[in-house]
């Protein structure tokens, strides 16, 4: 069995989850498409969910990356309109949505009512309060490469219920076996089983 990357910028990668980049042509295996904060053009933007609509396909497994990112310069208010413009989307077209977040888990925490579609916090690296915070309002999380070194992200791992749980390797150059390997050291429990496990929670997002 191979191992799925659920969200990775690799476009020679098929087994996994493609992050597409904005205004660009969507590949023939799964790939999730969204307006991430730092590309949202103010003055641009009805056109930047044309594109958008015009992308989902039977091949795009999910909307995002989309979210709040404290760090750019797009105003806030305008990345919560487009935020929440894309959860209307996801529930219209039933696609779960891949959520970049940085520093503003509770502001994303507070549209999750507003979705009917799973949403999935990727590249996740907090610590445990805001873990159990997102596990308790049903966010689903993706753990990178930081858990192969960041002692208390293992802690943490060790908490997230394997149903809630993906793995990626977003932007950084490691095999995912690795992190496999880890998660399953982790765990306590077989690789087959992890993939396995990660295999069914794919399906249960993918029907809602």
């Given at each position: ?6 969200h990775?910028?690799k ?9 597409l ?8 295996f799964?790939?999730?498409?969204g ?11 009805d056109?930047?969910?044309?594109w958008?609509q ?5 091949n ?10 404290g760090l ?9 309109d ?11 077209v039933k ?33 445990q ?13 993706s ?7 960041h ?13 809630k749980?993906?793995l ?7 095999d995912i076996k690795?992190?496999y ?21 794919l399906?249960?997002?993918k029907?809602g």
């Open positions: 069995m191979d191992f799925f990357d659920f990775h910028h476009k020679n990668l098929t087994h996994g989850i493609y992050n980049d904005i205004e660009k042509t969507p590949p023939d799964y790939y999730s498409a307006i991430h904060p730092q590309d949202i053009q103010s003055e641009n933007i056109n930047q969910f044309i958008l015009s992308v989902i396909t039977e795009c497994f999910a909307i995002g990356e989309c979210g709040l990112d750019v310069s797009v105003d806030m208010k305008i990345q919560e487009v935020f929440l413009r894309q959860i209307q989307l996801a529930n219209e696609k779960p949505l891949i959520i970049h977040c940085v520093r503003k888990f509770y502001e994303v925490i507070s549209y999750r009512k507003k979705s009917e579609q799973a949403m999935i916090i990727h590249g996740f690296n907090k610590k309060s805001v873990a159990d915070d997102l596990l308790k309002n049903n966010f689903y999380l753990f990178g490469k930081a858990v192969l070194y002692l208390s992200l293992q802690d943490t791992l060790k908490t997230v219920p394997l149903d749980l993906f990626e390797t977003d932007n950084d150059n490691f690795e992190l390997q880890k998660v399953s050291e982790i765990k306590k429990i077989s690789i087959e089983q992890l993939q396995q496990q990660i295999v069914e929670n399906d249960t997002i029907n």
